[in-house]
């Protein structure tokens, strides 16, 4: 490495017993600039402080970008087991159903293969169709459902409407039909 007149000199002064905090202060290129009868040494001195800080201040950033960093990696490392935790909770849920589903049906065919007729088996599958294409919101219609599966059950020996007639007869009302022009 070739070493400038300034490098030289500080080395020098080195040699000599100065301190590096002596030697680093503004006094060596206050003195060289008169000296030299120019200013260029306190220019190159005001060059290397601005480097200096320059140098703390990218170091300073490169700190809180590591610390950044490292609250990002534990930050997405906990969301990643949060995530995993409920992906397992979500299959171990998906199974249970599944059990269950499957248990249903098992259950299902084993009934009908108890049914003494085919007639009973015919009204035990109309049922479970029965039940799988209802959809109930309200109390009016789980009655209405209770009614149609008692139907289907008894193969028809149940009045239905009747019944419906007790519980609610505003369903039965006629009502004025609108006509749109």
Do not use: H
Request: one cysteine or more.
């Amino acid at each position: 490495m070739i070493m400038t007149g300034l490098e030289m000199l500080k080395a020098e002064m080195l040699n000599r017993g100065l301190t590096s905090q002596q030697i680093g202060s503004k006094v060596l290129p206050v003195v060289l600039s008169i000296l030299s009868e120019n200013d260029e040494y306190l220019k190159l001195n005001d060059i290397q402080e601005d480097i200096r800080k320059k140098k703390e201040e990218l170091s300073d950033i490169e700190e809180k970008l590591k610390c950044i960093k490292r609250d990002l990696d534990w930050t997405l490392n906990v969301k990643l087991r949060d995530a995993n935790n409920r992906l397992k909770e979500v299959n171990c849920e998906i199974e249970s159903k599944e059990k269950e589903v499957i248990d249903y049906i098992e259950n299902f065919n084993k009934s009908l293969e108890n049914c003494e007729t085919a007639e009973a088996r015919d009204r035990l599958r109309t049922a479970q169709f029965y039940r799988n294409s209802i959809i109930l919101d309200t109390k009016y219609d789980q009655t209405a459902y209770n009614i149609g599966l008692a139907q289907i059950i008894t193969g028809g020996k149940f009045d239905g409407l009747e019944t419906l007639k007790e519980i609610n007869p505003k369903l039965f009302e006629k009502k004025p039909v609108r006509r749109i022009v």
